[in-house]
């Protein structure tokens, strides 16, 4: 990919899957390049890559026409997009937030791309791994809020369902109402 590109920049995006079948009839109106690039990343939501339109001051989608024109795969775009969000990681700064009055954790980042920090295995396997002791849940009701807790721990899941559900009922967008069980490399709904 020609790293003059903005494109070269991208960064992975989750979105609801659910929320794009229903958006279909609006998206076959678009030419196969005007698509959206996506890949599934679990039953609920799918991996779209963000970039930074400069000329624009906006955050576009790659589409399939970018990566015919760069001559790289979905695949290719996943991985290059992934070393691109544990580069910002350092470059804003991750931050671990703990509650007095909860018995969930939060990761802070730049209020964008927090709950796409769940395609960071390392993040998951070693930075975290100290912090629960048999296996991570996570809520990710916005793409802003990435909430985490040991899997047997009843009153922190409660919590987070807790937190999705007020997302929701103040009208909020709520892009995961499922919470998230890290299993193996992958997080699978529970």
Known sequence: MEKQSPLYG?????????????????????SEDDQIVE???NETLTIA???????????RYVQQGDLQTLGVTPDALLRLAVDNLYERTDT???QLQSFDDARYEMLLMDGHFEASLLLLDDLWEATLKGQVESGFVAAI????????????????????KAVVDQIEEVGGQVLCRQL????GDKWVSI
């Open 92 to 94: 804003h700064e991750l």
């Open 10 to 30: 991208a960064l992975p995006y989750l979105k609801s899957a659910l929320a794009e079948e229903s958006e279909q009839g609006g998206i076959e109106a678009l």
């Open 39 to 41: 890949i599934r990343f």
């Open 141 to 160: 009701p916005s793409s802003d809020v990435l909430m985490f807790c040991d899997r047997q721990d009843e009153q922190g899941i409660a919590e987070m």
């Open 180 to 183: 998230l069980s890290r299993i």
């Open 49 to 59: 890559f963000l970039y930074d339109d400069r000329e624009m001051d906006v955050l």
